[in-house]
């Protein structure tokens, strides 16, 4: 029997990095495959899943890849309306399409990752034994479950739970020609609408004022009738299409796909024959029949019922990532980027200390979370709100195209930002500095404010503190609100909203919980947008401000613990709605009991830690 310190079920994304970033604090760290970088759907990748350093140096790589092709944004078709959602600038260099083979292969190589070859027969959840292909594994940490929609430990724990009839067929098609021009020309024949969303000031720009855009270098989301939608997505540097049927109403037959494939398919793309025909579909016998079946691009692609759930996506024993705790509807692209995130958030947890119950209640609400406000997206879709409504298309654009909403929690805000701080012995980067002249008129002229609001917020002060910069914004009818903005050029740090260069937070009350979108996602938006367009000069700013602190920031013990008693209100408040499962956790005794006879005693940093937090 191998021990070791966690052990790691499934090297797809999620599990690629969640392997990478333990393997720099634990030794022992097993990764299970049974078929590392086999096939995967997933093509349409997110700039939130480049966002931290690691992965963003992987860019140039996976640039080269055979299956890469670049991507600008993504188009939305329904009901005669057609609208792009662009990507800015920044962003689109971190985006792309490309075969999920390629990119895990790539990943494996470049970080020089062991994958052992190995299928989970069945795991003791109490001993945290493993059984595998392979042999026995014992684990000393929570078991982690990144095996995507085989959702092995629900499936095991047999609670699994359906949330809508989802089903899907693709394929993939070679492409012929490209003629964007040609698709702008064929739908303005149609007498269909060519919009465009406005990132800048958040808002669907009418026909004549849309600009051209390569619709063949975007995902195109095209909804054929209630409850039934394609996508198309250009890979091989638009020599080879995926294309897919999503439906709610039942299967979609290989005939039924190949009619929707050749009635719908983009007017930008000229496309091959098919090898086959729908006379053909039960007719292996030719010769390229075992061809076909061993290359996953060449043919067809079917899962129905595929929009589950786990019941809990943590407890004491297991951590689920990703695919592997809740699957809704492919819309947004987001799970790619939903995957990566989460992975890096477990093993930043992981990495600073044992599991525990706090920790574990955190993980599964904001997997909550994550999950209502993802379903809650796809019904934007499916109603074609996303096309009528501007604070809509806002949300959907900076939430999952670009994938802000994995930042976006409660838990990323001054919380996260205070905790991440504490870890590493710093000081509340919130704490002006208040010796230091205020900088109102910089912060006004960076944000061309001249007088004016944000979304009815005013800046009420902007002064230099322990992270970067402190500002304190006020509205008629909200509690005043303070903003931090850190230099964050790698896009690594906590952070609620990143502009550009930046990392912005925000302060809540300790005495109680702000309401959270309503209340400050206006003014970020607005914030992000403006100073998004000039980073560097904030970069200056930020930097101009690094003079040698005055006096020394105030320390922040009392507002910590204050924050720990509103979350456990917060959680006891959703555990009676019924929002959140019971934690299958032990008492006190048992916990510690448990600890000592299989579990490693906690190191010198986790007990100095654990006593900072008691003082």
Not at 68 to 77: N, S
Not at 201 to 224: C, E, H, I, K
Not at 348 to 365: G, H
Not at 393 to 414: C, P, W
Request: negative net charge; glycine residues 6%.
């Amino acid at each position: 029997m191998q021990e070791v310190d966690h052990l790691v079920i499934g090297a797809g994304l999620a599990g690629l990095v969640l392997a990478r970033f333990l393997g720099e604090a634990h030794e022992r760290v097993a990764l299970l495959d049974p078929s590392p970088a086999g096939y995967k759907i997933g093509e349409s990748l997110i700039p939130e899943l480049f966002r931290h350093p690691e992965l963003r140096a992987l860019f140039p790589a996976l640039e080269s890849l055979p299956s890469y092709a670049p991507k600008h944004g993504t188009t939305f078709i329904a009901d005669g309306d057609v609208v792009y959602f662009p990507l800015a600038s920044s962003e689109a260099g971190l985006s792309m399409h490309v075969a999920r083979p390629e990119m895990e292969r790539a990943m494996i190589d470049a970080w020089g990752l062991e994958v052992t070859r190995a299928r989970v027969t069945s795991i003791d959840f109490d001993a945290h034994v493993v059984e595998t292909t392979a042999g026995r594994f014992k684990v000393r940490g929570p078991i982690l479950d990144c095996s995507g929609p085989a959702m092995l430990v629900a499936r095991l724990r047999d609670e699994l739970e359906n949330l809508a009839p989802v089903h899907a067929t693709w394929g993939y098609h070679d492409i012929l020609a490209v003629d964007d021009e040609r698709c702008a020309s064929d739908y303005r024949a149609r007498g269909w609408q060519l919009r465009q969303y406005d990132p800048r000031n958040r808002q669907l720009l009418t026909a004549a004022q849309a600009t051209p855009w390569r619709a063949s270098l975007t995902t195109q989301l095209t909804r054929l009738d209630d409850g039934l939608w394609t996508w198309q997505i250009p890979l091989h540097d638009g020599a080879r299409l995926s294309f897919g049927v999503v439906s709610r109403h039942g299967p979609i037959t290989p005939t039924r796909y190949r009619e929707l494939a050749r009635d719908h398919v983009s007017p930008c793309f000229s496309l091959a024959q098919p090898e086959r025909n729908d006379d053909d579909d039960d007719d292996d016998d030719d010769d390229d029949a075992g061809a076909r079946a061993s290359d996953p691009f060449r043919r067809l692609h079917q899962r129905d019922g595929f929009a589950r759930r786990a019941r809990r996506a943590a407890d004491r024993d297991y951590i689920l990532l990703a695919d592997a705790f809740a699957f809704s509807d492919p819309v947004y692209s987001v799970g790619a980027g939903f995957a990566v995130n989460q992975a890096i958030r477990v093993a930043e947890l992981l990495n600073a200390r044992p599991w525990n119950r706090e920790d574990c209640e955190r993980y599964r609400e904001w997997s909550e979370a994550l999950l209502r406000r993802a379903t809650a997206a796809f019904n934007f879709w499916y109603s074609g709100e996303v096309f009528r409504d501007d604070a809509v298309a806002a949300e959907v654009q900076e939430d999952f195209l670009s994938g802000n909403l994995f930042q976006k929690t409660i838990s990323s805000a001054y919380g996260a930002v205070l905790e991440n701080s504490e870890l590493h012995g710093a000081d509340d980067p919130f704490a002006a500095r208040w010796a230091d002249a205020p900088v109102d008129d910089d912060v006004a002229a960076l944000l061309e404010l001249d007088g004016a609001a944000l979304d009815g917020w005013r800046l009420a002060r902007a002064q230099p503190c322990a992270a970067g910069l402190q500002l304190r914004w006020r509205h008629d009818d909200r509690p005043e609100l303070t903003m931090l903005v850190e230099a964050d050029p790698d896009g690594a740090k906590s952070r609620y909203v990143g502009a550009g260069p930046l990392a912005l937070s925000y302060m809540r009350g300790i005495d109680g919980e702000r309401p959270q979108l309503a209340t400050i996602d206006g003014l970020f938006r607005e914030f992000a947008a403006r100073a998004g367009e000039r980073g560097d000069d904030w970069l200056a700013l930020l930097e101009r401000v690094r003079a040698p602190l005055a006096s020394p920031p105030r320390r922040w013990p009392r507002p910590a613990a204050a924050l720990a008693s509103s979350r456990r209100d917060g959680r006891d408040r959703a555990r009676c709605a019924g929002l959140v499962a019971p934690l299958r956790w032990p008492d006190r005794a048992a916990s510690t009991s448990a600890s000592a006879a299989t579990r490693d005693l906690p190191s010198a940093a986790t007990r100095d830690h654990a006593e900072r937090r008691r003082a």
